[in-house]
């Protein structure tokens, strides 16, 4: 665990002055190259210990990567077709700054129908906040994301009962409600 520690905190250090001098493959966040160099460090580590193990899960994550790669690669075109069908005078009417405490309810309930997964729900809230949706609209759809997805629900209702369902989602509305009016109240 140490040697994944100093392998970590040793890439930050070592590529953390090349962010925005030197454009990297990766791009210039340095965390992503913490998690490439410690994805790797950690696969070197494996290969060392269990080779068989090493293979098996290198097989596992291509299996991964090549079911999930569709998914992500039609979810990022559709939140980019999305942000450009939004016309920017509804969205300044609804999300924007003049918006009010209004912005934070049409957020948490436009958030909670996007899936929560990032790969989906980020880009077309980074579009939105682009296209001109105010502060404390974004954090409610940040706090929101995935609270009511269908997928979410029906695998309430596969694994536990419609009460268990019906508690989780009044309690995650009230919490993402609450952190976004304190956004709004505090920041907004």
């Not at 913490?34 to 494996?46: C, D, E, P």
């Not at 009511?148 to 694994?159: E, G, K, Q, V």
Request: aromatic fraction near 12%; glycine fraction near 12%.
């Amino acid at each position: 665990m140490s040697v994944i520690a100093i392998t970590a905190i040793g890439s930050w250090a070592f590529l953390g002055p090349l962010r925005g001098t030197v454009p990297l493959w990766f791009g210039k966040n340095p965390l992503i190259h913490v998690m490439i160099v410690f994805g790797v460090s950690l696969y070197l580590l494996l290969s060392l210990t269990s080779p068989t193990m090493a293979r098996k899960s290198i097989r596992d994550s291509f299996s991964t990567l090549k079911k999930l790669f569709p998914f992500i690669l039609a979810a990022l075109f559709i939140a980019g077709a999305a942000v450009t069908l939004v016309p920017k005078e509804i969205l300044a009417g609804y999300l924007g700054e003049q918006a009010g405490p209004i912005a934070v309810l049409l957020g948490v309930g436009i958030g909670s129908v996007l899936p929560a997964c990032p790969f989906v729900s980020y880009p077309l809230i980074a579009g939105l906040w682009a296209a001109g949706a105010g502060f404390p609209g974004i954090m409610g759809m940040l706090f929101g994301a995935g609270l009511a997805f269908p997928c979410y629900l029906s695998c309430d209702l596969t694994y536990f009962d419609h009460r268990i369902m019906a508690l989780r989602i009044a309690l995650t509305y009230l919490a993402a409600l609450v952190a976004g009016f304190l956004v709004y109240f505090l920041l907004g």
